[in-house]
Each structure stands twice: as C-alpha cells, then as structure tokens.
C-alpha cells in the first residue's frame, strides 16, 4: 500500500501541478493531500491490529515503552508513535509531491531551473572532480526511486518459500536458516512506517538479550548482532539513504527556487516537505540511539 501510495501521489502531481506563469516553476494544487486520507484510514486500522496483539505479549512479558528512554506512560507512548507513523505517511506523500514538482518546473515554457543548477554545480565538489552537472530530472526521479528501497528491501528480506520459514534470498538467511513470524511482522511494519509496532522490536529484542541472565538458552550476542544489523539497515536506506539526500536535494532546489522569485505557494509547499523530512530524520536518529543502547550486553 505505501509503494502504491507513493507512486499513486507522484502520478498526481505530475498530472495536474501547474506553472506560475511569472517565476515559471510549479506547485501542486492542494487536494492531493486529500488523496492519502483513504490512506491513513486503512493504515491506522491495519497498525492498531496488529498492535493490540502485540501489546498483549508487552503486558505478560512485562516489557517497558519508553520515549526519548524515558518511562511516560502507555497513552503518551502512543500518541507519539501514532504520530511519528501518520508523519512517515505524510514523508512519503511530500517526497512524491516535491519530485512531481519540481519534474514539473524543470518542463515549463522559460524555465530557467536547470540553468541555475548547472551555474550553482560549478561551485561544488563535484565540478572540481571534473564531474558534469547531471540532468536535473534525472537526479530527482533517480534519488526518489532509490527511496522506494527502505520499502522494498523489508519485504525481501522477509519473503519466505511457500512450503516452509526459510528466507526466500540466501542472503537474509540466519545460523537456524529460518524466519519467524516476529521477523516477517517487523520487517512489514517497517515497509509500511507502522511506527507504533516497528519500536516495538527494540524492547523485545532487549528482553531476548537479557534472558541468558535469567537462565534461557538464548545467545544474547547473536540477538543483539541481529537487532544492530536490522537497524544499521533501516539507518542506511532510510535515514541516510533518503532522508539526507532527499533533504540536501530540497533545501538545494528551495533556494535555487527562491533565487528565481518562485511564488508564495511554491515556497510553503517546499518547506513544508522539508519540515516534515527533518521530523522524520529526528525521529530515526532517536530510534538508533534507542537500539544501541538496548544491545549493551549484559555483564
């Protein structure tokens, strides 16, 4: 649903964005944001499913829910999952709309965007590297194909073959050559930025390293090499790997658009894809602040 959302949203803008006539670049008209609504519905109803049943193993494993690692209580726990998860949902959206846009401005009668890109290029490392500046429509779509990957890869690492849990690619294979359900849930939840159910897999995989302590035969170095590998992995493809590079693309396109005396619309709709893209950036670097310190070994 999050791909088909994203390509859904991108389709949009590219069809109906319009030029300013003065500035020649593009805004996208307001009710596309309607369009994920349908959307947040169905996710809201799919992650509360799921988490209920989850919830049920937090309460009798008597597992803490922290925020910012601190204890705050069930209902302030939620509302700020919950809300990170609506926000991952407005990240994707924003993403497709400010690459709709801007495929859009680079395409209108005059505009001069592509122009100023080659001129702001020069200035760069890259140009110093004997590196040409790259096509701008091209650098656009290409890094927001690359963002589908924090979407796909999830859902490959989890496939499973039909007639048994062994992981459908060799290389997502562990020491037991299996995936559990717990596996296939997160791994879902993180391809759909079900926030509330993805932070879920930090205290659990905590209370797993901290069971050989109380006698279990779980190997806490391997569950804490796990849970580090999936997270380094959400850390790559999604913070670094889109929202970085997404963010240093549209900070540069908003100033360059600001520079050619972009409209009023164009530049509110530009910060507020870069204000959301910051708030998910923060939220994942809290995330991995959380996982390292959940995988200290116990002494």
Not at 14 to 43: G, H, Q, R
Not at 241 to 268: D, F, I, K, P, R
Not at 281 to 287: A, H
Request: with cysteine; net charge negative; charged share 15%.
């Amino acid at each position: 649903v999050s791909i088909l959302t994203q390509v859904s949203v991108l389709l949009l803008t590219l069809n109906y964005s319009s030029c300013d006539e003065v500035s020649n670049t593009a805004y996208y008209p307001k009710w596309i944001w309607a369009s994920l609504l349908p959307v947040l519905v169905f996710k809201v109803g799919v992650e509360w499913n799921s988490l209920k049943y989850l919830l049920i193993l937090v309460d009798a494993m008597n597992l803490s829910l922290k925020v910012f690692g601190m204890h705050l209580g069930f209902v302030v726990w939620l509302v700020f999952y919950g809300t990170m998860s609506q926000i991952s949902l407005a990240d994707i959206g924003s993403d497709s709309m400010f690459t709709g846009s801007a495929i859009v401005s680079i395409s209108c009668p005059d505009s001069k965007l592509q122009e100023t890109w080659d001129l702001e290029w020069q200035h760069s490392f890259f140009a110093k590297a004997h590196i040409p500046a790259p096509k701008l429509s091209y650098l656009v779509g290409g890094i927001w194909v690359f963002s589908m990957l924090q979407m796909l890869w999830p859902l490959c690492r989890t496939l499973t073959r039909a007639e048994s849990q062994m992981p459908f690619f060799r290389c997502c294979r562990d020491k037991d050559d299996v995936l559990y359900v717990d596996d296939v849930l997160f791994g879902a939840a993180e391809a759909s930025g079900m926030a509330t159910v993805g932070c879920l897999l930090i205290p659990f995989g905590q209370d797993s390293i901290r069971k050989p302590t109380l006698g279990a035969d779980a190997d806490a170095a391997d569950v804490a090499a796990n849970l580090r590998t999936e997270v380094s992995e959400r850390i790559f493809l999604s913070y670094i790997g889109e929202n970085c590079v997404q963010l240093n693309l549209q900070g540069s396109l908003y100033m360059l658009n600001l520079h050619l005396g972009a409209s009023q619309t164009t530049t509110n709709q530009a910060l507020i894809s870069l204000m959301i893209g910051i708030a998910t950036s923060l939220f994942k670097l809290v995330e991995a602040r959380d996982v390292l310190a959940a995988t200290r070994l116990p002494e």
